[in-house]
Structures are given as C-alpha cells and as structure tokens.
C-alpha cells in the first residue's frame, strides 16, 4: 500500500500519525509545506524504512501575501500546481489530503484520480465559510457572492472524495447537506504528539531567557488571527498591570500578535504584555511549561468552522486551561470532559475574567485542573489507537 498524505501546513501531529502508517504499510509519503516563520515538525522527524518526508516549496513569498485574498489565492493556485506534481510522482494507491484550501485540495483529488487513487479529505474545517465570513467583511455583498462561490465549489470537490474524515460530529450536519453519504464519513478528533511533549518545571531555559520564572503566567501560544480576539489578552493585561507577578505571555504570530504588538508602548499596561514570535518545535515543551495557565480564544463566528487545535496541545503541558470560546465548540467540550479548566462564551468576557482570578489566586486548584489535563492527554492521546481507526475505515473506502 503506497499513501500519500499532504499537509497544508507542517502541523507536529501529523508526523506521528504518518510514522505510524510507515511502520504498518509498504509506504508512506508525508509532504507538507511550511506557512509559519519557525518550523514546528523538525523535533518530530521519524526515521523509517518506508517513511518519506517530502517539504513541498511555496513558490512565492506567503508571508507577504497572506493578509490579501487575491493575491494569496494566486499564490495557493501555483503551490496547488506543486502538490499535484508530487502526486503523480508518488504513485500512490491512497492521497489523504488536510488542512488544504478548497482550490489546492480539488488539484490533489484531479491528481489522484490521473493516477488511478483514492482520495480521502481530511476536513478540519469548513474554507467555504471562512471565505463567507472573511470577505463578507471586507467587501460586503461581493465578498459573500464569492463566499457563495466557494461554497459550491467545496460542496462538489467533498461530493466527489471516496471517503471523509472530520475532527467533530459537529461537522457531519454540514456534509449531510452536502448530499454525501454518511457511511463514507468518519469522525476522527485531533490529538496532539503528547510523545514529545514532556511536562516540564516552570523554571527552565526558555523561562529564565525571558525573565519569566517565578511569574503567573496567562500564556497564549500559536497563531493568532482577528478571529482570536486579541483584545481580550489586552483586557487580561489592563486588568494585572498593577500585579508585578503577573504576565500576559503572547507566543504567536498574525494580525492579532500585530496587534497585540502594536499596544506595548502603552504606559499603563506597565510591562504585563510581553508579546514574541513563535517559537520552534524542540522549544514548546519549554513555552508551555513556564505558563500558569494556558489561553485559547476564538469569536463567536468562527467557532461553528473551526476547533482550535492549540488545546489539545495545551493539555499535555499539565497546566489549566482557560477558554474563551463558544459552549458547543469541541475545545471546550474538551476542556470539560477533562475537568481541565474553565471556559467562557466569547460574549461574556466577565467570565473569563472571574475564572481568570480565581485560577491567580488558587495554587492547589491549578495544580489539580493541570494534572487532570494531561491525564486526559495520556488517555486520550494514543496513536497506535488512533491509526487503528483510520485504518478501520481507510479499510471501508478501499
């Protein structure tokens, strides 16, 4: 069996769930392409007999693009043109396909079928709807007929995959309208690579690097767009700028860290925001392990499209948790089967900022909502488990 999986991006749980397929299958390609500043998977490269890494070329400067929408689009088009390449060289018998926008995923399905493969999508969220969401904004009724565009054209590249992968039951509804089979639908939740993710003491090297041991830490960490809500960091820090204990920690890039970067001038903030780039993969152990509590937060609109995977990440640190996002969204649901944290809808930042105090000030209860993370990471977390799955149904589509 020769699978082809593509990443649209270099996400670090991907590389133990590739290895895993090398060590059962004739051969595994695992091709991804880097949009971040830092790459997160050099830490996680496996060495196997039949395992490949393949790190696909952008062809184009991303970073410089990836705010304009017409212009990311072209970009994404001509990397679209890269994937499908890698494709047809393979020879694969399976393409898995994640994370990709709709137009680079409809050149990896024309691929596969020129080369005689199955295709299977992995949805983690529906581009569709966050085109909709995103150019409705800027442009108006425009932006939402090219929304609607979008959503046809992701509506007919999911009808015509032979299987589906999606991180929520959430998402089965939207596939369901969609007109495809459910019988060809897994769900399959995200998890994070907790083999390389150590808990650590919040005294490391990373911690002592930025002046941070001994601090309570309200950490961020991952990327951080509009739809993030960076303005409730700022309240967070607006709130403890008279506290010399206290930090609001932001490890993250996009607009929001922009933003974030741009209020740090602020004399009244006294020093609580401190706002840095992301960090690579070998040093997160360490970021996550100088927080005293974990943040994740996600606006209202986006919740019902996205699950923000830095959670699952979080909950191998053996930290708290605490979330602003909406009731339904799985992260939180996460979070409480877990007994991990707190979370708060994004309209109540009351809430967020009560929960915020109490974890500052209740040692013993971070302790235990900490432990309780990374026992539900332990438990939740295993590969070989996880692979069992997807082999499962790769077995139905096959």
Not at 67 to 89: G, I, Q
Not at 156 to 170: A, F, K
Not at 258 to 287: F, K, W
Request: charged share 25%; net charge negative.
């Amino acid at each position: 069996m020769k699978i082809f999986f593509h990443d649209f991006g270099d996400y670090p749980l991907f590389f133990s769930f590739t290895a895993e397929l090398a060590r059962r299958h004739e051969h595994v390609t695992h091709a991804y392409v880097e949009l971040l500043s830092v790459d997160r998977s050099g830490s996680l490269a496996v060495s196997e007999p039949c395992y490949e890494v393949k790190r696909l070329q952008m062809p184009g400067d991303y970073q410089a693009v990836k705010y304009s929408f017409f212009k990311r689009f072209n970009l994404e088009a001509r990397y679209a043109r890269v994937a499908a390449t890698a494709v047809v060289e393979a020879e694969p018998d399976l393409v898995l396909s994640a994370n990709a926008p709709t137009h680079v995923q409809s050149a990896l399905q024309q691929a596969a079928r020129e080369s005689g493969a199955r295709f299977i999508c992995w949805t983690q969220d529906f581009y569709c709807e966050a085109v909709r969401s995103i150019l409705h904004k800027k442009f108006g009724p425009l932006g939402g007929l090219i929304g609607n565009v979008f959503h046809f054209w992701e509506r007919r590249q999911i009808r015509q995959c032979d299987g589906v992968l999606v991180i929520t039951e959430g998402f089965r509804q939207q596939l369901h309208e969609w007109g495809y089979p459910d019988d060809q639908v897994e769900v399959m939740a995200n998890w994070a690579p907790i083999e390389s993710l150590p808990v650590l003491a919040q005294e490391n090297d990373w911690s002592r690097e930025h002046g941070l041991v001994g601090k309570f830490c309200f950490l961020y960490s991952g990327t951080m767009g509009l739809k993030h809500n960076p303005e409730l960091l700022l309240q967070c820090a607006e709130r403890y700028a008279r506290d010399p204990s206290v930090r609001i920690v932001v490890v993250a890039e996009g607009t929001g860290a922009d933003y974030l970067r741009e209020q740090l001038t602020r004399p009244e903030l006294n020093g609580c925001l401190i706002v840095l780039p992301m960090q690579a993969a070998a040093r997160v152990p360490e970021v996550l392990a100088t927080a005293s509590v974990l943040i994740a937060t996600l606006e209202p609109e986006a919740s019902h499209i996205c699950v923000p995977s830095k959670v699952l990440t979080y909950l191998c640190a053996a930290r708290p948790l605490l979330l602003s996002v909406a009731d339904k969204n799985l992260a939180a649901e996460t979070v409480r089967t877990g007994q991990a944290g707190f979370t708060a809808a994004p309209d109540r930042a009351d809430l967020f900022m009560s929960a915020a105090d109490r974890l500052r000030q209740d040692e013993a209860l971070c302790r235990e909502l900490g432990a309780n993370a990374r026992r539900y990471a332990e438990a939740s977390f295993q590969i070989e488990r996880i692979v069992d799955q997807f082999e499962r149904f790769m077995g139905r589509v096959l």
